[in-house]
């Protein structure tokens, strides 16, 4: 006997998930957000499902498991996108289908339209608060890099616009002297941080906008071994920079991304659609208040339901 099962198309499953997609399920910020998700599922009684690609650069992964969703009549998308142009056609077709979609991170270059969200981090308060936190480090005087400007992501080139121009209002005698890009992935991350540190050998500080850049350029202080303190201030958090951390990380909650986006849908659903654009606070982590419970909520990876 052989049985054919159909799955997908309609079904009674696919009726009442969410399909979240991550930009990356290797790391511990977007585990994060799924956690965030599933909180907000269950008390809405609906299921998250979780996928992504392995790495920030597989667009084409991202593509495909939009397509799903929409051919599975899910209850509703999250897609926190790798590319915010590339994914803007994907995106555009999902919404054709009714199907309420949010968008979490960053923004992509959509028209704003019915059935579309967006929960952001507020980019320009991170990057003021990168400014004051490496002000009160260096006292107000040195030179500092950003590691990490992306063209394709927006709101990387925000936080870096919004640190530097805080950082000329409240400390005019700390200079940027680099703002590199480099490619998101540690090795090349590290190399970039290494070629700064060489360049400038007064460096006092670099502000990293992401976790892989941080992650390098803690790696290349390490084998640089510069003469002097270099301090960073990193974007995003990951479990082992938060192992190393030094003077601050910058977070981006996408804990509450993940729940206020699942409201955003349970709210669409429901006939009452919330605001479409929602700024989620980054909060500044650093080894005094790492432990505090209300941060440890934010940094918590647990996704699976608490009974």
């Known amino acids: 006997m052989v049985l054919l099962l159909a799955a997908g198309c309609g079904s009674s499953v696919s009726r009442s998930t969410i399909m979240v997609i991550p930009r990356d399920t290797a790391e511990e910020v977007w585990v994060s957000e799924h956690g965030g998700a599933v909180d907000a599922a269950l008390k809405h009684r609906l299921r998250i499902y979780w996928n992504g690609p392995s790495g920030y650069d597989d667009v084409e992964q991202q593509i495909a498991l939009i397509e799903r969703a929409v051919a599975g009549h899910y209850y509703g998308l999250i897609v926190s996108p790798n590319n915010s142009f590339a994914l803007s056609n994907a995106i555009e077709s999902a919404l054709s289908s ?13 028209a704003p ?22 002000n009160a480090i260096l006292k107000g005087k040195g030179t500092v890099a950003i590691l990490g400007l992306d063209a394709v992501s927006p709101g990387m080139v925000e936080r870096a616009n919004a640190f530097e121009q805080n950082l000329h209002q409240i400390a005019p005698q700390i200079k940027v002297v680099a703002k590199v890009a480099a490619p998101y992935n540690f090795g090349q991350a590290e190399l970039a941080a290494e070629q700064i540190l060489r360049a400038y050998p007064g460096l006092a500080g670099i502000f990293s906008l992401g976790n892989n850049y941080t992650m390098g350029a803690v790696a290349a202080v390490h084998s640089v071994a510069p003469p002097h303190p ?8 990951l479990l082992d920079s938060l192992l190393l951390l030094r003077r601050g990380e910058l977070d ?3 804990r509450t991304m993940g729940y206020r986006a699942v409201e955003e849908i349970a709210a669409q659903r429901a006939g009452h659609p919330g605001p479409p654009r929602v700024l989620v606070e980054p909060v500044l982590v650093d080894r ?11 940094l918590s990876v647990r996704w699976r339901p608490q009974q």
């Open 288 to 298: 005094e208040n790492v432990n505090d419970a209300a941060i440890q909520q934010i």
């Open 252 to 254: 981006e909650d996408t």
């Open 98 to 110: 009714g199907m309420p979609i949010v968008i979490t991170s960053e923004e992509v270059s959509i």
């Open 230 to 237: 270099v301090h960073i201030v990193g974007c995003d958090q």
């Open 113 to 134: 339209q019915a059935g579309l969200f967006f929960v952001l981090n507020d980019a320009k308060q991170m990057g003021a608060l990168a400014a004051q936190r490496m």
